[in-house]
T-cell receptor
Framework: GENVEQHPSTLSVQEGDSAVIKCTYS??????FPWYKQELGKRPQLIIDIRSNVGEKKDQRIAVTLNKTAKHFSLHITETQPEDSAVYFC???????????FGKGTTLSVSS | GAGVSQSPSNKVTEKGKDVELRCDPI?????LYWYRQSLGQGLEFLIYFQGNSAPDKSGLPSDRFSAERTGGSVSTLTIQRTQQEDSAVYLC?????????FGPGTRLTVT
C-alpha cells in the first residue's frame, strides 16, 4: 500500500522567512496530493492541493510543487507569520475524494 | 452551514469494554472517512464509505474495529474489547468533492 514520508518533523523559522516541508510517496498510482494545517486543539483543514497533471500550484503565500518522476512533493510558505504556526500534514491518494494516506506531520513554529 | 459533528467529544472507558463513536457528516456529502490520530502521530486511515458502494476497510487495524453507515448519512465506529493502544483521537471526515472536511474528533482514553 501507499506510504508517505514527511520531513522535517519540526521546523522553526523567524517571521518573514520561508518554510519548506517535503514529502515522498511510494505508490506511483497516487495522483492527488493535499496539504492540511492543524492548529493546536483544532481539526485539520485543507490549505492547498495538487493533482498529478500539474507541476506547481500557488495560492498567495503558499505553493506546492510535485515531481511525479521522483515521487515527491513539497509545500512552500513565503513571508511566514506567527499565525502560520501549526502542524502541517501532507497526504496522498489515488483519486481526489478517496481515502488519504498522511505523513506524520511537521510542527512549524514561526517566531516574531 | 453545519459542519461535521462527532459525539462524544471525550470518552473514557475501561480496558475490555466496547465503545461506539458517532459521526454526523455534512448534509449531502456522499463520502465519509474515519481516521485515528495518536499523540504526536499523523492521521491513520481506518475506513471509507462512498455512497452505496462497499466500504474500503483496508485501514482497520484489527477485527475488533468495525463501522457502519446507515442511510448514507450517520456513521458509527465500534471498537470491541478496547485495549490501551486504542487510546487516540478518532476523527471523522466527509466530502462531496476532493476536499475532506473534518469533525472535531472524539478523544478516547482506555484505562
Amino acid at each position: 500500500g501507499e506510504n508517505v514520508e514527511q520531513h522535517p518533523s519540526t521546523l522553526s523559522v523567524q517571521e518573514g522567512d520561508s518554510a519548506v516541508i517535503k514529502c515522498t510517496y511510494s505508490d506511483s498510482a497516487s495522483n492527488y496530493f493535499p496539504w492540511y494545517k492543524q492548529e493546536l486543539g483544532k481539526r485539520p483543514q485543507l490549505i492547498i492541493d495538487i493533482r498529478s497533471n500539474v507541476g506547481e500550484k500557488k495560492d498567495q503565500r503558499i505553493a506546492v510543487t510535485l515531481n511525479k518522476t521522483a515521487k515527491h512533493f513539497s509545500l512552500h510558505i513565503t513571508e511566514t507569520q506567527p499565525e502560520d504556526s501549526a502542524v502541517y500534514f501532507c497526504a496522498a491518494s489515488k483519486q481526489a475524494g478517496t481515502a488519504l494516506i498522511f505523513g506524520k506531520g511537521t510542527t512549524l513554529s514561526v517566531s516574531s | 452551514g453545519a459542519g461535521v459533528s462527532q459525539s462524544p467529544s471525550n470518552k473514557v472507558t475501561e480496558k475490555g469494554k466496547d465503545v461506539e463513536l458517532r459521526c454526523d457528516p455534512i448534509s449531502g456529502h456522499t463520502a465519509l472517512y474515519w481516521y485515528r490520530q495518536s499523540l504526536g502521530q499523523g492521521l491513520e486511515f481506518l475506513i471509507y464509505f462512498q455512497g452505496n458502494s462497499a466500504p474500503d476497510k483496508s485501514g482497520l487495524p484489527s477485527d475488533r474495529f468495525s463501522a457502519e453507515r446507515t442511510g448514507g448519512s450517520v456513521s458509527t465506529l465500534t471498537i470491541q474489547r478496547t485495549q490501551q493502544e486504542d487510546s487516540a483521537v478518532y476523527l471523522c471526515a466527509s466530502s462531496g468533492g476532493p476536499e475532506q472536511y473534518f469533525g472535531p474528533g472524539t478523544r478516547l482514553t482506555v484505562t
